[in-house]
């Protein structure tokens, strides 16, 4: 979710409207009228989904929106930019609420986890949120003809809260308009996703999404390609990447992978300090490197490349594996990315996939 949050600096600012989402919502706003009422936008993390449903729920709530954009002029604008629109309603986990600086999370605000003090906040959308939300969504609107509810991110609803939405997908008020945002549909109810209209975000091209990382980068863009690749080409998480000092740590963990490849690191040590990155972060970098390995073994070169240091070591030696063994590499990687939500021991995943590393440089 932190990657899809970008937003201007104060809490009732818009968010940016990101240039990759333009043709999709060309698309949105020609059938703006006869939109259905309840819409998944799912994509993966860091393309701007809970931005765009922002200024697509302004543009529902605008009383003179021009092809599908708001005016930003009118008393329903006003209201929504300032954060009070009473037929806006959105809910998050109060984990991210409490944390987001964007006109969502000042919203969710009028929606806590419980009516009961807790010591911690929830990183769930929770059953009470949901009750309180269609009670409120029930109500005629205030201001216009129409209310919006939003839910980001939506597979944070525990299973109780899931069930007790589709009383308002089955039946939803005349007039309002569901909007879902989701990085990981799958992890939603088969009976949630079914009632809702799809609409997919796409990563921009390669060019397209360097040139705007490189723009938006503050001059801390040398290895803007390895992280637009490790971020699966979403700009907004190679972004935060970039602003939590990212390079500098990829630069630590290539220089890892070179030293156990020529014996002067062990697998356990360094996958105690990889540990302290984060698994999740190092096993996307090491499916990036590997993925160039494999391209450069079929002899991809130049800015089909993420990685440079996928053909030239340091020394100016070439890497030179079987592509048949580093096809059953990337394959235990991303076999490990999919189990890290689960009760995974980190340290081990990470021992084992390095000291694999070694066995392949072995093999060269």
Same mark, same amino acid.
């Given at each position: 979710?932190?990657?899809?949050?970008?937003?201007?600096?104060?809490? &009732?600012?818009?968010?940016?409207?990101?240039?990759?989402?333009?043709?999709?919502?060309?698309?949105?706003?020609?059938?703006?009228?006869?939109? !259905?009422?309840?819409?998944?936008?799912?994509?993966?993390?860091?393309?701007?989904?809970?931005?765009?449903?922002?200024?697509? @729920?302004?543009?529902?709530?605008?009383? =003179?929106?021009?092809?599908?954009?708001?005016?930003?002029?009118?008393? &329903?604008?006003?209201?929504?930019? @300032?954060?009070?629109?009473?037929?806006?309603?959105?809910?998050?986990?109060?984990?991210?609420?409490?944390?987001?600086?964007?006109?969502?999370?000042?919203?969710?605000?009028?929606?806590?986890?419980?009516?009961?003090?807790?010591?911690?906040?929830?990183?769930?959308?929770?059953?009470?949120?949901?009750?309180?939300?269609?009670?409120?969504?029930?109500?005629? !609107?205030?201001?216009?003809? =129409?209310?919006?509810?939003?839910?980001?991110?939506?597979?944070?609803?525990?299973?109780?809260?899931?069930?007790?939405?589709?009383?308002?997908?089955?039946? !939803?008020?005349?007039?309002?308009?569901?909007?879902l945002v989701t990085s990981h549909p799958a992890r939603l109810p088969a009976t949630i996703r079914s009632r809702c209209s799809h609409i997919l975000f796409k990563s921009p091209s390669r060019s397209a999404g360097l040139a705007w990382l490189q723009s938006h980068s503050d001059g801390k863009a040398e290895s803007a390609a390895g992280l637009l690749e490790m971020a699966g080409g979403?700009?907004?998480?190679?972004?935060?990447?970039?602003?939590?000092?990212?390079?500098?740590? =990829?630069?630590?963990?290539?220089?890892?992978?070179?030293?156990?490849?020529?014996?002067?690191?062990?697998?356990? @040590?360094?996958?105690? =300090?990889?540990?302290?990155?984060?698994?999740?972060?190092?096993?996307?970098?090491?499916?990036?490197?590997? &993925?160039?390995?494999?391209?450069?073994?079929?002899?991809?070169?130049? !800015?089909?490349?993420?990685?440079?240091?996928?053909?030239l070591l340091p020394g100016g030696n070439k890497y030179k594996y079987k592509l048949s063994e580093l096809y059953k590499f990337i394959d235990v990687i991303s076999d490990y990315y999919r189990l890290l939500r689960g009760p995974l021991d980190?340290?081990?995943?990470?021992?084992?996939?390095?000291?694999?590393?070694?066995?392949?440089?072995?093999?060269?």
């Amino acid at each position: 979710m932190a990657a899809d949050n970008f937003s201007a600096s104060s809490i &009732s600012a818009m968010p940016e409207r990101y240039p990759w989402n333009e043709d999709l919502w060309s698309t949105l706003t020609q059938q703006f009228e006869r939109l !259905p009422h309840a819409l998944l936008l799912h994509g993966r993390p860091g393309l701007g989904k809970h931005a765009f449903a922002v200024h697509l @729920a302004q543009s529902l709530l605008c009383a =003179r929106p021009e092809a599908g954009v708001a005016c930003s002029m009118c008393q &329903s604008c006003q209201l929504f930019i @300032a954060g009070t629109h009473p037929d806006m309603l959105v809910l998050q986990p109060e984990a991210i609420a409490e944390s987001a600086e964007d006109l969502g999370g000042q919203y969710a605000a009028r929606y806590p986890a419980s009516d009961k003090k807790r010591e911690r906040v929830s990183a769930d959308i929770t059953i009470y949120q949901i009750r309180c939300l269609i009670e409120d969504a029930q109500t005629r !609107p205030f201001v216009g003809n =129409r209310k919006v509810v939003l839910l980001s991110p939506a597979e944070a609803m525990n299973i109780s809260a899931a069930n007790s939405l589709l009383k308002l997908l089955e039946e !939803p008020p005349l007039g309002s308009m569901l909007l879902l945002v989701t990085s990981h549909p799958a992890r939603l109810p088969a009976t949630i996703r079914s009632r809702c209209s799809h609409i997919l975000f796409k990563s921009p091209s390669r060019s397209a999404g360097l040139a705007w990382l490189q723009s938006h980068s503050d001059g801390k863009a040398e290895s803007a390609a390895g992280l637009l690749e490790m971020a699966g080409g979403a700009p907004l998480l190679a972004k935060s990447l970039i602003e939590e000092g990212f390079p500098e740590i =990829r630069a630590g963990l290539l220089k890892d992978l070179d030293n156990l490849r020529s014996g002067r690191e062990e697998p356990v @040590a360094c996958a105690a =300090r990889w540990k302290g990155v984060g698994a999740k972060h190092c096993l996307g970098l090491l499916h990036g490197f590997v &993925s160039d390995l494999i391209k450069a073994g079929l002899g991809v070169s130049g !800015p089909a490349l993420a990685n440079s240091e996928a053909t030239l070591l340091p020394g100016g030696n070439k890497y030179k594996y079987k592509l048949s063994e580093l096809y059953k590499f990337i394959d235990v990687i991303s076999d490990y990315y999919r189990l890290l939500r689960g009760p995974l021991d980190e340290l081990l995943m990470l021992e084992d996939v390095l000291i694999r590393w070694v066995r392949l440089s072995r093999l060269q």
